[in-house]
């Protein structure tokens, strides 16, 4: 049952809509400057129809409408054909030649035809598969001038007031850290210009790095203070926003500014606006870790006290082993709904996407249900050969480190054990890549002759579950395979039917503990070195995870054995860790542009299995899928549409664009 909160957003916009399709032009028109009369202006920073504006605040009731207005712009992340931070990145690939899931756009991106004429995911215009976040920034302001007037909304309480202003401070600051985070320094539109604003007051300039960081983190601050707590009617109010999420965002903007993108970027030295003004500070800054570590640990230390803790699968009436536990820990902390490490789920513009991205999870282990009818979305995107080597060893370290565990040749033959039935069916032939690894690996890939436990697994015990096909005919043309053999099974409710094709729809996990976790001991290892706190921090999430800690993993597995105990070492255990943990979920791909490392992982070979080989002599056979260019450093930002430059002359161009 969809909350009331969805339902009120989908009703303000159906108030706001033009044959079906968003129209905010009739609350606010967009003005249209006289350089050329078909181009419109760069931000929609001028309201025009003044008395539509006023008609939307006469009163308590309609001021609520255009609330939901500005949350209706948050991102379409549970689509990945909007999904930036998940289809760019290195995490999975996607082979779509009957255009099933709309191969166009954002699944583009890795492909390399990104551009400046019409840029893909264009988050300041909202083309080209991206929320118009400009225009959200516009709404938001217009929000804002007209409820923080006492004489206006007068059926509005003084608490009501506040929250409301408050949750639109936190929208406009989060629309301008999507901008930020793509686009690097952003013009910022504190408030809208009057009507009457001349065209030099019209053509804004991008602001330095710094002063756009300050910028969001000020926002954020102002609406932390009036924020509530916490929801205190679920029914009606969930995905709206609480202060454990402002609080938590802000710790998310201030690691991202710390980090080697924004911090002390030679490779930005020289750039600037027209008028010289230095848009990137050239510096490195520790003192910007150091502000970042304090910011998550507030964060941290409000979530505790709210409840907000590490998810743990309850026990079930039907006693299951610690292995399986442990793997639907790991699963639901992402898609059981609303579980207790939630601290800010979308469910704006995804809930209704979210079986969706569901339909490319569902590996074909229901041998008697998954048939031609009920396979008509089947799986086009899944996770890479690349992917799957990043998962550790059973041991807790990356497989190339493990001193213990040979993976030289991963495509080697082995045949699942009665010890490892609770990972690989027994009896089963599958690749050595399979075996001896971290339990993440058994919960978060769905792959060939892997288990795969289910709500309505065939036993009520996990001894005799579902276990998958993921070979050419054995799993039959009407049920492609993800290009690379794997499937995402982490994000996959668990509650899936295959007889019925029934979801169980969650909220896109936006952020969640054990991301505010890593970005701590991230942000502190950086400041301070690898300290106590750097170590606690990730060990709770190795701990949830089934693994040893850090100093032990690597102390007696790994032929790195200190390299815990340097902030180099640490840094790449944390970077790892990240990858892991929150793989699927859409981090990984901005994570690679801030540390600077997108150079490195998104060039190369994208690889997989041989999908459409029947034996497993000839499926595993990693093979080469596409060829990937990443272009340093011009690909580290995102390219400004040529429109926008010229019809606003004093913008610039992103380098190398």
């Given at each position: ?79 990945p054909t ?19 899931i ?28 991206a ?105 009606s109010?969930?995905?709206r ?6 609080l ?6 201030l ?19 027209k ?35 590490l ?29 207790d ?15 969706f ?16 009818a ?10 890479t ?27 080697e033959?082995?045949?699942g ?31 060939d ?13 996990d001894?005799?579950?579902w ?14 395979i993800?290009?690379a ?15 019925t ?67 180099d ?20 791909f ?20 041989s ?19 990443f ?27």
């Amino acid at each position: 049952m969809k909350s009331n909160f969805i339902q009120k957003i989908r009703h303000s916009l159906y108030n706001y809509t033009a044959k079906g399709k968003f129209a905010v032009c009739l609350l606010v028109i967009i003005i249209a400057l006289p350089i050329s009369s078909c181009k419109k202006s760069f931000l929609d920073v001028v309201p025009d129809n003044v008395s539509t504006i006023a008609n939307a605040f006469v009163s308590k009731t309609e001021a609520e409408k255009y609330l939901f207005t500005c949350y209706s712009y948050l991102p379409t992340e549970a689509d990945p054909t909007y999904n930036v931070g998940l289809t760019a990145g290195d995490e999975v690939w996607v082979e779509d030649p009957a255009n099933h899931i709309r191969s166009t756009n954002v699944l583009q991106l890795p492909r390399g035809f990104q551009n400046t004429s019409d840029p893909i995911a264009n988050f300041m215009n909202g083309t080209r598969d991206a929320a118009a976040n400009y225009k959200a920034i516009r709404d938001c302001n217009v929000f804002l001038e007209n409820v923080s007037d006492l004489n206006k909304v007068r059926d509005l309480d003084i608490d009501t007031r506040e929250r409301w202003i408050a949750e639109v401070q936190f929208l406009k600051a989060f629309y301008h850290f999507i901008l930020f985070r793509a686009y690097g320094p952003i013009p910022i539109i504190d408030k809208n210009l009057p009507i009457d604003a001349s065209i030099d007051e019209v053509r804004v300039k991008r602001r330095p790095v710094d002063e756009v960081v300050n910028y969001i983190a000020g926002l954020y601050d102002l609406a932390a203070a009036k924020l509530p707590l916490t929801i205190n009617n679920e029914s009606s109010d969930l995905g709206r926003i609480t202060k454990p999420i402002a609080l938590s965002m802000k710790a998310k903007l201030l690691v991202t500014a710390a980090s080697p993108l924004f911090n002390g970027n030679p490779d930005y030295s020289s750039f600037k606006n027209k008028d010289g003004e230095q848009l990137f500070n050239s510096t490195y800054s520790v003192e910007k870790w150091q502000r970042a570590a304090t910011a998550c640990k507030e964060a941290i230390d409000l979530c505790q006290q709210q409840n907000i803790q590490l998810y743990t699968f309850p026990a079930q009436t039907n006693p299951l082993s610690q292995t399986t536990m442990t793997q639907m820990s790991i699963r639901n902390a992402m898609s059981e709904k609303w579980n207790d490490e939630l601290i800010w789920g979308l469910t704006v513009n995804n809930i209704g996407f979210n079986s969706f991205f569901q339909s490319m999870c569902a590996g074909q282990y229901d041998f008697n249900n998954a048939d031609a009818a009920k396979s008509a979305n089947r799986p086009l995107l899944g996770p890479t050969i690349k992917m799957a080597k990043m998962f550790y060893t059973k041991n807790g370290v990356p497989i190339n480190e493990d001193k213990t565990l040979d993976f030289t040749n991963i495509a080697e033959l082995r045949v699942g054990t009665h010890a490892e039935r609770f990972n690989i069916k027994e009896g089963e032939t599958t690749a050595r890549l399979n075996f001896d690894r971290e339990p993440r690996y058994y919960a978060d890939l769905g792959f060939d002759r892997g288990v795969w436990y289910m709500a309505n697994s065939p036993s009520k015990t996990d001894e005799d579950t579902w276990w998958m096909k993921a070979r050419g005919a054995e799993v039959g043309q009407s049920s492609p395979i993800p290009i690379a053999g794997f499937y995402m099974k982490k994000a996959l409710n668990w509650h899936y039917e295959w007889a019925t094709v029934t979801y169980t729809n969650y909220p896109w996990p936006e952020m969640r503990l054990s991301d505010l976790y890593l970005l701590y001991a991230e942000a502190l290892n950086e400041a301070e070195g690898p300290t106590g706190d750097v170590y606690t921090y990730v060990n709770l999430i190795r701990a949830r995870a089934g693994l040893p800690t850090v100093q032990d993993s690597w102390s007696n597995y790994s032929i790195n054995p200190t390299k815990y105990t340097t902030k180099d070492g640490m840094r790449s255990i944390i970077q790892r860790e990240r990858s892991v943990e929150l793989c699927f979920e859409g981090h990984r791909f901005w994570d690679l542009l801030r540390w600077k490392t997108a150079g490195v992982e998104l060039n190369g070979n994208v690889t997989g299995w041989s999908i459409s080989e029947n034996s497993p002599e000839l499926y595993y056979r990693e093979r080469s899928i596409y060829s990937r260019h990443f272009v340093i450093p011009r690909d580290y930002l995102w390219p400004l549409q040529e429109n926008d430059l010229l019809v606003n002359q004093n913008l610039v161009q992103n380098p190398n664009w």
